[in-house]
């Protein structure tokens, strides 16, 4: 049984730093690819990060201001996100893929419940 939990959502305004954790159950967490997606309303899930090792690629609108981790010890992966926008509000989501690389939600089997991200201007 794979579970995915998402935590440390909010409301925060922008310009200001949010840092979320995914707690995973995944039996070879070291080896899977753990990635960050996000929906916002009335808009497609959309690829933010993902990990695998220490390979690390992020969608563009992200890039210089969240950073992806992982700490395999506790099988958690975190997304810093910094300088945040209020095009950043979103339901954020944890997956895990057995794909290096992957930035497609079919490429991810595992998918957390989500947790929500606002940012006010």
């Known amino acids: 049984q794979v579970q995915l939990v998402e935590s440390g959502g909010g409301l925060v305004q922008a310009g200001g730093s949010l840092r979320l954790s995914c707690a995973a159950s995944?039996?070879?967490?070291?080896?899977?690819?753990m990635g960050w997606f996000r929906q916002a309303p009335g808009k497609e899930r959309e690829f933010v990060a993902a990990i695998r090792w220490g390979s690390t690629n992020y969608a563009d609108s992200v890039k210089g201001r969240f950073t992806i981790s992982r700490d395999n010890a506790t099988n958690t992966v975190y997304l810093q996100m910094n300088s945040l926008k209020p095009e950043d509000t979103a339901v954020y989501y944890c997956?895990?893929?057995?794909?290096?690389?992957?930035?497609?939600?079919?490429?991810?089997?595992?998918w957390g419940q989500g947790t929500q991200v606002t940012v006010s201007s």
């Open positions: 995944v039996r070879t967490f070291s080896n899977s690819n």
């Open positions: 997956a895990a893929s057995p794909f290096g690389g992957a930035s497609y939600d079919y490429q991810y089997n595992y």
